[in-house]
């Protein structure tokens, strides 16, 4: 029996020094719960040794975040790291006690499948809400099928995970929130994941294998930011959607496919965004936008966007096209930004005089600020400028910022004689 | 124009004021779009109908006193102006919520009785960042906390609501590990006391290993998990005593010379010796029983267990790499008074220098 254990220290009564009364004790439990929540796990957890009324007031906490900066190990020693923290969550989970709304895992080191796949499992039976895995090294996880059976979740961030459901699943009815980053996942799971979450409001995708055309159905969705290698995407019953950021990140050849596919591609990407408030057209993705048919101007026009960003290579015809096309069919648009794209080649002989022609029989009335980066003063993006200051009554901002310090002081001197349409104006040189 | 200048534009009496009173009694007029920003307020006058006149003054909860209103009633007034920026509100809450932490706490207890939700997160964040990071001393001394826990349950934060056995062994491990560390730190930084503890807790393991062997059976016997116990057991005793062995023959001859050794000191050294002599011997005792108990439950921690084990050796390897020159030492300075002293070099043996020879 256990014989020896003798107290080592006697309790303390409450003594005159304690006369000063304990006013955080007795604060209500949800309270508590929020003071804790905002602690790392392990201050948290350690609060349990404050004193006697202390003792479970942390397991309770709906929140329990699991990343690198709850625990301290100087240890250099990989696995006994792991079996540490592998120790501490478990731990945690098995001890904690009450509904788990947030929980995130997000350590550097290496972690087994099994033992995720177990605390998946533990925190799918706890009405859990938010769910941020982030598997930093090893091959792409798999999310356990438990996972998929959360019918409370409401935001789902996952990155380096490979999805695939369960044949039963039906999607997340309550899913707002979606964030994949390095992810796997099939065509059908992909369109399947996105028409049947009919409360997503938010859609992140970067950096996605195996989904060639990203086909959006999603009535509520407001933001939606994706950065992958695509062919096709279109949007389907969107009509909510205010913020758009696309990146496409391989160069697409024009030739190839300009011969099959005359459908505008500008066109289809337009239809159904009639409410996009910011659109950022990152990478190459304006090239895709290029192919087929361009118009002079969007049938439609997008009245409330007021920000635009487009990436652009200036001596390329298409796109110049393409992007004269967007800032003629936005009436409203305050804020511009241009980013010039860096090619392999230098385009020397394809530079054009395309800004250099009258193309505007309305002005930029709304406009405000504009910001024109990695430029390396060459005719085409000057040209550009020239006609971007004589034709934006109400600028009040340029900002210029060259891509290299070659040509600076030329590129300068041209950007002095530039006449401006706007007295408000102010052209602010950046170093590059 | 604003509403501030509308309510300047306005008479006085136009004005509308809802009326609150305290738990002490008092009451008071507040404008009625400050108080109507507090969700508790809003509810008891539009559902109730409360608070237009003097004697049916709204009552607010008991956590709510004079000064914890008057607080909360100019975060309202601030927050409710509609045309304010994110930066000037966040700017204002940082001021805001610069007070001593026992107001910080009488102000989230009052606000969440209001349900005034975004002052309770600004209080519950403020409260949190003076937590976070400290020590469990300091956190009990800031918010008055008393220190009501026994420092077995402070070692084991994870205990187990039912009070599984296994956990309490676990809890009786994880002491046992404590008192260990502790002694390993005295083995670092020892002065001449010390040093006779040392010799002490040698002798002790000595005796202790030849006379308790027969108890520590007994002990065993009585449990019923024996075989990894005595496995355990074995794999200590051999290397405690593989540390001592050389020296069986010296102890008593050893203390003798301790006594002589350093002048001036005989008188301490035998009072103090005898005292450390039962500190020590209990500590080891009871460190041996811990050990049984605790090796009931190999499944524990094996990590942890390992540790141990390692820690014993190395402690027995430091003990036996050191006695030939300490022997020596002993033997040869006989009436010199140097104080000798131990440090620990790179690879973790005890070393000794001599008084010259001490940076």
Known sequence: MSIVIKQREPSRLPSKADAEFDRISNLPGHVIDQILSRLPIRDAVRSSVLSRKWRYKWATIPCLVFDNHCFNFSSQDQSFIKNKLVNIIDHVLLLHNGPIHKFKLSHRDLLGVTDIDRWILCISRSSIKEVVLEIWKGQRYKPPSCLFNCQNLIHLELFNCLLKPPLMFKGFKNLKSLDLQHITITQDVFEKLISSCPSLERLTLMNFTGVTHLIIDAPNLQFFDIGGIFEDVSFLNTVHLSLVSIGLYVNIDNEENGAQDNASKLLRFFVNLPHIRRLEIQSYFLKYLAMGYVPSRLPNLCVDLNHLSIRIDFDDLEENTAALCLLRSCPNLQELEMLARPEEQSSMERSTNFWEDDHWSSLFAHLRLVKVSGISGVKSEMDFIKFLLSNSPVLEQLTVKPASQEGEWELMKELLRFRRASIYAEVIYLDP | ?359
């Open chain 2, 1 to 359: 124009m604003s509403e501030v200048d509308m309510a300047v534009i306005k008479p006085e009496m136009m004005k509308s004021y809802i009326w609150l009173q305290t738990a002490d009694g008092s009451i008071q007029q507040v404008e009625q779009e400050v108080a109507m920003f507090c969700p508790m307020i809003c509810h008891e006058v539009i559902q109730k109908g409360m608070g237009s006149s003097k004697n049916y003054a709204i009552s607010l909860p008991q956590r709510v006193n004079p000064a914890m209103l008057s607080l909360i009633l100019d975060y309202c007034r601030f927050h409710q102006v509609p045309g304010r920026s994110n930066k000037e509100r966040k700017s204002f809450d940082e001021k805001f919520i610069r007070m001593d932490t026992k107001r910080l706490c009488e102000l989230t207890s009052a606000a969440d009785s209001l349900q005034l939700k975004p002052l309770v997160d600004l209080t519950s964040r403020a409260l949190a960042r003076i937590i976070e990071g400290k020590s469990p001393e300091e956190i009990r001394e800031i918010f008055h906390l008393p220190d009501d826990l026994t420092e077995e349950e402070k070692l084991e934060p994870l205990k187990n609501t039912t009070d599984d056995p296994r956990i309490r062994l676990l809890n009786r491990l994880y002491a046992k590990k404590r008192k260990e560390l502790k002694e390993r730190q005295k083995l670092k930084n020892i002065e001449v006391e010390e040093e006779r503890v040392d010799d002490r807790s040698v002798d002790d393991l000595l005796s202790f290993i030849n006379g308790d062997n027969g108890d520590s059976k007994g002990i065993k016997n009585s449990k019923s998990k024996k075989k990894n116990r005595r496995r355990k057991d074995q794999q200590k005793n051999t290397s405690a005593n593989e540390a001592i062995k050389n020296h069986n023959k010296e102890p008593n001859g050893l203390n003798q010379v301790c006594h002589s050794a350093e002048v001036g000191q005989k008188v301490r050294a035998g009072v103090g010796a005898t005292s450390n002599l039962h500190d020590v011997e209990d500590d080891i005792f009871d460190n041996k029983n811990e050990l049984d108990d605790g090796d009931i439950d190999d499944e524990i921690d094996p990590a942890l267990k390992e540790k141990i084990d390692r820690e014993v050796e190395d402690f027995a390897r430091r003990l036996n790499s050191d006695w030939p020159e300490r022997m020596q030492e002993i033997l040869s300075f006989g009436h010199e008074r140097k104080p000798v002293h131990f440090s620990l070099n790179g690879n973790g043996s005890l070393r000794r220098y001599a008084n010259s020879e001490q940076r």
